[in-house]
């Protein structure tokens, strides 16, 4: 059983529920607009401006919908990064290209923002998106981080310019110009304000809060970011004797306690970004 989840507009999903108006079923959910039932396909459209696939192949179904829609594919490089909520561990970036005949593979490996998958998942299709896809992974070691927060750079000035490397490395391995999509953290006034002593920007992006759901490529970034963050997070809990927590919770608390016992401040400094509330508000001294 396949699924794939897209992002719709109220009134994209209006004229779903009006196409498939023939081939609905009862469905008592109260977040449901409509479920139908087509090509053995069924298809959940949920009054969030979120439409659900799922059955053995849904391809077909998929390609239909965006043609009732006027979607149209199209070749773009997204960036995304991860590791930016979480205590231990580095900051991954990564900027990935997704060609238009690219796009229908994606959408079989049921690619979508990170967010929404499980680690699992992200382990299973991640190695084969970094395979497929042209991309730069940049990574941000909590060392070099809390070096960069002691020089005065806030978290939204190194995740600038590491985007900027990103798209600059990955937009010189392409022969023709396709449009950028980033993920909006800031103004792109205070976003190219951060760069302003690059020597080298990359200014044709396109900002978009939630822009996962606007191309694939920033959600195929998410994932292989993602991968790379669970990927160091492994390295460095075996080198430390102990898994170390994602987030910022309460077992991080409990867990910066134990590693300062063992390693003290020049440990920690090593995995953890030290700037973080769970480590300022504990007595280590």
């Known amino acids: 059983m396949k699924h794939y989840t897209m992002s719709v507009t109220e009134k994209e999903l209006e004229k779903l529920n009006k196409v498939y108006q023939y081939h609905q079923v009862e469905d008592k959910n109260p977040y449901l607009l409509f ?4 090509n053995d396909i069924e298809i959940l459209g949920y009054k969030t401006g979120k439409v659900l696939l799922q059955g053995a192949e849904v391809t077909h179904e998929l390609v239909a919908i965006k043609t009732h829609l006027n979607k149209e594919d199209y070749a773009a490089i997204g960036s995304d990064e991860v590791g930016t ?8 970036v990564c900027s990935v290209f997704v060609n238009k005949s690219e796009i229908p593979l994606l ?37 070099k981080y809390n070096k960069l927060v002691s020089e005065g750079y806030n978290l939204n000035k190194m995740k600038a310019l590491l985007h900027n490397q990103g798209i600059v490395k990955t937009s010189s391995k392409l022969k023709e110009s396709v449009p950028v999509i980033l993920d909006q953290f800031c103004t792109p006034q ?25 191309h694939l490529s920033v959600a195929a970034a998410s994932i292989i970011a993602r991968y790379a963050f669970l990927v160091k997070m492994k390295q460095y809990s075996q080198k430390i004797g102990m ?18 016992e063992k ?13 973080f509330k769970n480590v300022t508000k504990q007595d280590l001294s």
């Open 35 to 38: 479920h139908a039932k087509h």
């Open 85 to 92: 909520g979480d205590v231990f561990g580095p900051i991954v």
């Open 107 to 143: 959408e079989e490996l049921g690619v979508k923002d990170s967010k929404n998958m499980t680690d699992q998942k992200i382990i299973e299709i991640a190695p084969k998106l970094a395979k497929i896809l042209i991309h730069s992974l940049l990574i941000l070691p909590p060392s």
């Open 190 to 214: 205070l976003y190219f304000n951060y760069l302003k002593d690059e020597t080298l920007v990359y200014r044709d992006i396109d900002f978009h809060t939630k822009a996962e759901q606007v």
């Open 243 to 260: 898994k170390l927590p994602k987030g910022a919770g309460k077992e991080v608390d409990e867990a910066i306690q134990i590693l300062h």
């Open 263 to 275: 390693k003290g401040n020049k440990g920690l400094n090593l995995i953890a970004k030290m700037n």
